[in-house]
Antibody
């Protein structure tokens, strides 16, 4: 069974940092593109980052470019999102998603940026 | 970035009725258009990818169509579990983007 489990969310002050993790199981993690998507509670979805199977191609949406860093460790079947210089507007539930189509998603981890 | 406009914002229907959801893109997305369903408190679930391909395990009552900039998700006969929010999403041009969603509610 394909599983994606996010962790690392929490409450952080503006300007602070967090690192999210997404542990994958039940499939060949190293063969898939992976993605981060976020959703402000009660609002729509924003696709914020993607990374190819070997980590050599990474893209970001403009709103997080230069502040967030996506990486992966294929030996540990884990995707990461390092979030720096956090802002109020980064408050959201963060999901990881698998593959070109986003065919499997984790349950999400909530991030709250507030003083 | 590509703007996806979904209509209507809310669709009020009864179980057994047909639902037709629309998604219009601000430019061509080369048919790289997907539909996701999100039930309350849950992660999105992929229903349709590349305009008309059903994802694994998706019932046949869900179908997608369209081309260029105009796309449609049809649910042929609504089941109780189909009342949820539906999002279209494009992966033709980075950054990938979602529409604002259509809520299908019980009439």
């Amino acid at each position: 069974e394909v599983q994606l489990v996010e962790s690392g969310g929490g409450l952080v002050q503006p300007g602070g940092s967090l690192r999210l993790s997404c542990v994958a199981s039940g499939f060949g993690f190293s063969n898939y593109w992976m993605h981060w998507v976020r959703q402000v509670p009660g609002k729509g979805l924003v696709w914020i980052s993607r990374i190819n199977s070997i980590g050599s191609s990474i893209s970001y949406v403009d709103s997080v470019e230069g502040r967030f860093t996506t990486s992966r460790d294929n030996a540990k079947n884990t995707l990461y999102l390092q979030m720096n210089s956090l802002r109020d507007e980064d408050t959201a539930v963060y999901y990881c998603a698998r593959g070109v189509y986003g065919d499997h998603w984790g349950q999400g981890t909530p991030v709250s940026v507030s003083s | 970035e590509v703007v996806l406009t979904q209509s209507p914002a809310t669709l009020s229907l009864s179980p057994g009725e047909r639902a037709t959801l629309s998604c219009r893109a601000s430019q061509s997305v080369n048919n790289f258009l997907a539909w996701f369903k999100q039930s309350h408190g849950q992660a999105p679930r992929l229903l349709i990818y590349d305009t008309s391909n059903r994802a694994t395990g998706v019932p046949a009552r869900f179908s997608g169509s369209g081309s260029g900039t105009d796309f449609t998700l049809t649910i042929s006969s609504l089941e109780p579990e189909d009342f949820a929010v539906y999002y279209c999403q494009q992966r033709g041009i980075w950054p990938f983007t979602f529409g604002g969603g259509t809520k299908v509610e019980i009439k």
